[in-house]
């Protein structure tokens, strides 16, 4: 969510618990005078899609559904599995969508180290798109390779500004130290999959790992199915 913020795309206002572990998000959907709710679909509903059905979507039925509700002049692209994209909208003629709300790197995480990404481009569910990425934007979104460039140095130099971030957090909280670790090791890992051609000169993360003195992130282990009852976050009856 900071990479987000500081690649300069639209985010909701987030904030973590004093104690590490928990995403605030704050409310979104209010107009400019703090009071007057804005409508929210989200994606999911706009495909009519039953909630359990969020990951049964493509890349191209997203982008798709989006151009068939939006007005031509506030067409935008989108992110993250159908629940996690939603438009916001004051009137048929007034609709934008919702800044970034739930964003996470979630292969860091035990229980979704393996998983594929949320969504499929091209026909294909991979953490490594390739060229195949730059021709969904082209086509479907219509931004242009150079555009496509730029959003990718933004988004790079983003994740470089954070991981000083990211290294004082594993040492101020030591449940994410390993998380944090992975996180660093997958977002260089993803930016050095984003170098779609040969011109392409990104930063990578390679010399902040190595003056982090980190070891190399330890597998993913299983994860036991958890038991079912009322979560020690909430608050008491």
């Known amino acids: ?43 999911c509903s706009l495909l ?3 909630p359990e059905q969020k990951y049964e979507s493509t890349w191209e039925r997203v982008v798709a559904r989006i151009k068939d509700v939006t007005p031509l002049a506030a067409q935008r692209n989108a992110d993250c599995h159908t629940k996690n994209i939603a438009l916001l909208y004051s009137s048929r003629e007034s609709i934008e969508l919702a800044p970034v709300y739930d964003m996470l790197t979630i292969t860091v995480y035990d229980d979704y180290a393996k998983n594929p990404p949320g969504m499929s481009v091209d026909g294909r569910s991979t ?30 130099e983003a994740s470089v500004q954070v991981t000083p971030q990211v290294v004082r957090a594993t040492e ?11 996180m660093l090791h997958a977002w260089n890992d993803g ?47």
């Open 48 to 50: 009519t899609l039953r």
């Open 127 to 156: 953490w490594m798109p390739g060229k195949a990425l730059e021709r969904f934007m082209q086509t479907r979104c219509n931004v242009m390779p150079a555009q496509t460039l730029e959003r990718v140095e933004r988004t790079c």
């Open 191 to 237: 930016m050095n999959s984003l170098r779609l051609h040969k011109a392409w000169s990104l930063p990578c993360l390679d010399a902040p790992i190595a003056a982090s003195k980190f070891s190399d992130p330890e597998p993913a282990k299983a994860i036991q199915v958890p038991k079912i009852g009322r979560s020690p976050l909430l608050g008491q009856r």
């Open 1 to 43: 969510m900071e990479v987000s913020r500081q690649a300069g795309f639209l985010k909701a206002t987030t904030e973590v618990s004093d104690d590490g572990p928990t995403l605030v998000v704050n409310r979104f959907n209010l107009d400019a005078d703090g009071t007057t709710r804005k409508g929210m679909e989200d994606l």
């Open 172 to 182: 101020q909280y030591p449940a994410f130290y390993e998380t944090g670790k992975r």
